[in-house]
């Protein structure tokens, strides 16, 4: 996605081009891809100068789409998404610490989108110089 994202406006990219560039398994691209596909983040296009592209914007996106898409709901512990799952759940001081940890996950894979992935890459690779706020 990072790469998608890199040559957003730029048209599409084969997958194959996308192994390359990242040293990834395309065989395992091809099935990371269906998934995105189907959530409407990707879309294909057929023909000779076809491949993948972003379906919106690197700025609309965030890690935590990508990651709930990918792999569903971070958290650390089951009694986290289900309070059933422990009947020490109600009184667990444990599961409140992990409850509160996924959500801070959660609060920065929000918070992260690929537009600020994309800042980040060309910023290590000298593309733009870095950004300082006061």
């Known amino acids: 996605m990072l790469e998608l994202a890199y040559r957003y406006g730029q048209g599409p990219i084969e997958l ?18 269906i998934p995105l596909r189907t959530a ?40 986290v998404k289900d309070s059933k799952a422990c009947q020490r759940s109600p009184i667990c001081v444990t599961r409140d610490i992990w409850r509160e940890t996924s959500e801070a996950i959660h609060k920065i894979f929000r918070s992260i ?3 600020e ?3 980040r890459r060309k910023e290590k690779e000298g593309v733009i110089p870095p950004m300082y706020q006061i």
């Open 16 to 33: 194959r081009e996308i192994a390359r560039r990242e040293n990834i398994s395309l065989k395992y691209l091809e099935q990371v891809i």
């Open 40 to 79: 409407g983040l990707v879309k294909s296009i057929r023909g000779s100068k076809g491949g993948y592209s972003l379906a919106k914007p690197p700025s609309e996106i965030s890690l935590n789409d990508l990651v709930e898409i990918l792999e569903g709901p971070v958290n650390l512990a089951e009694c």
């Open 113 to 115: 989108t690929l537009e």
């Open 117 to 119: 992935m994309v800042n």
